[in-house]
Each structure stands twice: as C-alpha cells, then as structure tokens.
C-alpha cells in the first residue's frame, strides 16, 4: 500500500510553491555543476555577513587533516562583546555535494547575535570528488584548531557548540562521534537540525516524500552515493560517515534535533534522538508540523518558521548560560 505523506503547514505550502522552480525536490548528479555555480552567485560578501557591522568577519586558513589541504574557516566575531563568549561552530547544509561556508550563516548569525557569540563556519571538501572521509576528516581538523585558538578569537573553550543543518547535521553527529572515540575536545553541545543521518534512505518518511518538498528520496540517494559511491546502503558503511549506522550513542554532549513532519528526514531525525535517550544521553527533539526540509529558511516569515527558531535560541540560552 502507498504511503500518504503529511500535509504541509499551509503558510509553507504557500511558499513552497514559489521556490518550487529554483528549489525541485530531485536533481541529477550531472547537473550539479550548474548548480553549484548557481548557489555560489548567491553566496554573501563579508559585508552582508557583518550584519552592518555587529560582526567582524574574517577568512582564516588553518592546517587540514594530516597529509591533506589547508581549510579555510569563516570567523564572525562581535564587534562590541568582550570575550570569552560562546563559540558556534558551523557546518553548513547541502546534501554531501553542494554549498561553502558561508551558506546557511543567517541561522547561526541570528543566535551569535542574540547569544553575543562567535561563529567559526568549516569550509569542508564535497563528495564526489572529495568522498567519506575527507569531508568529516575536515570538520574535525577545523574544530581542533577552534578548541586550541578559542580565546584567540574571543571565544570560550569550554562552550562551543557544533551546529549544522541537512548534511551539516550529518556531519555535526559524525564529529560528535569522531571527537568522543579520539577522545578529542568535548563540545558543549550539538544541534541537529533537519539532520542527514542515513545512508540507508528507507524510512517511511524518505518514502512519505517521494518527488515532494525539497531534496527528496532520489535526490538523498544522489548524495549518499557522491559520498560513499558503491558501498551506499550496503553493510560496510562506517558511523562517521553515516550516524544512523552507530551502534552506541552513549557519551555525546547534550544534543538538539529537529525536523518537519513533511520531509525526507524525519524518521532517521527521530530515531537518533530517541537512541540517545536509549543510551542515558540528553537530547530535546522537536518534531514541526508541516515543515518540509529547510523551511525555516525558505519561509522564514512564517509562524511556525519563527516558532523553530525561537525554540532554538531558548535551548541554546539554557545550555549556555546566557
């Protein structure tokens, strides 16, 4: 029997219809030159990024992982807050294969001006030319140099936060799982949001959405085999390239989830934050109403939109003490 998806919130569906053109739920791996071309004429300068001057902003080359290339990390700094302060450190969206890092930054700009923290985006290398593990490899060497340079650029060791939506969460749960085995800096806490965890892509959710909203099941598979080619939903995939695949959750900072109801990723969403609570962990997981994958973003106008976004701020204010 097929299965019914969700309804989208009606504010949503009203803006889905408008970025319907730009934004189809499924796209071919041979179009993603164009694509990427398009988002990158998009990409914000420094000044947008300054948010008419609250933020200092600054292009920072650091050492990649051993016996790889430099990465460059984006650094956004309060211009008026005295340190040390909250570090977010950011890990942008796109599915494994698109976006640079300074995609996605209005979010993570929004809490560092409400938190007066600093934002440290990881410019990762993308699959398919860059497969598992160069893109987490990458975010792990970005986040030591963050730990070891935090008071540097006014930031607190002891409260960073790693943060990212879509593969960004995907890759903020591989790193948490990466720094707990190597027994690397502990963060503070992490925020899944609209999280890419599963490689598999056959939850009720990814069927739900077949051809619907934004970045469907076609699409999803696209991404995971850019990453992991072949070895896609086969037995051999390794939980930090794919989390879902862990087999033990237990020992991971206090954690955020969330996700819409009408998208791909809600299952997987759902199922990693109740393993963590299987494991003695702590996790907070919101589950909106009609939201398809990005929402918040596209629609950012819209109720249930700000009601996400509030709920953020909040969770990050009682982990932080701010």
């Known amino acids: 029997m097929a299965l019914v998806p969700p309804p989208f919130d009606p504010e949503l569906a009203d803006a889905l219809e408008l970025v319907a053109g730009r934004m189809p739920a499924s796209f071919p791996l041979d179009a993603l030159p164009v694509i990427r071309r398009g988002m990158d004429a998009q990409t914000p300068t420094a000044e947008q990024l ?3 001057g609250i933020f200092t902003v600054e292009d920072r080359t650091v050492p990649g992982p051993e016996g790889a290339p430099d990465i460059s990390l984006l650094i956004c700094r309060p211009t008026t807050s005295a340190g040390p302060r909250p570090v977010v450190y950011h890990l942008h969206g ?49 986040l030591l140099w963050t730990a070891e340079h935090a ?8 409260r ?21 085995d190597r027994k ?96 003695g962990g702590t996790a907070e ?14 629609a950012p106008r819209a109720t249930v939109s700000r009601t996400t976004r509030a709920a953020r701020v909040q969770w990050l204010r009682r982990l932080l003490g701010e």
């Open 50 to 52: 300054s948010c008419g």
């Open 94 to 142: 796109g599915g494994m294969i698109l976006g640079n890092n300074r995609g996605g930054m209005d979010v993570a700009l929004e809490w560092a001006r409400e938190l007066r923290a600093v934002v440290v985006s990881v410019e990762y290398r993308l699959a398919p030319e860059h497969p598992h593990p160069a893109p987490v490899e990458d975010a792990y060497a970005g």
């Open 151 to 158: 008071r540097e650029i006014g930031g607190d060791p002891e």
């Open 160 to 180: 960073i936060v790693v943060a990212g939506p879509s593969a960004g969460g995907g890759l903020t749960a591989a790193l948490t799982l990466l720094l707990r």
């Open 184 to 279: 690397g800096p502990r963060p503070a806490g992490q925020v899944l949001m609209c999280p890419m965890l599963d490689d598999r892509n056959d939850t009720p959710s990814a069927l739900q959405m077949t051809g619907l909203g934004v970045w469907d099941r076609a699409t999803n598979e696209t991404g995971w085999a850019a990453l992991l080619g072949d070895r896609r939903g086969g037995p051999d995939v390794p939980e930090y390239a794919a989390p879902a695949r862990a087999t033990d959750l237990s020992g991971l900072p206090p954690t955020f989830v969330d996700v819409g109801s009408a998208e791909t990723f809600r299952d997987e969403a759902v199922a990693y934050a109740s393993r963590i609570w299987q494991a």
């Open 285 to 298: 997981l919101h589950v909106w109403p009609g939201g398809f994958h990005g929402y918040d973003v596209l």
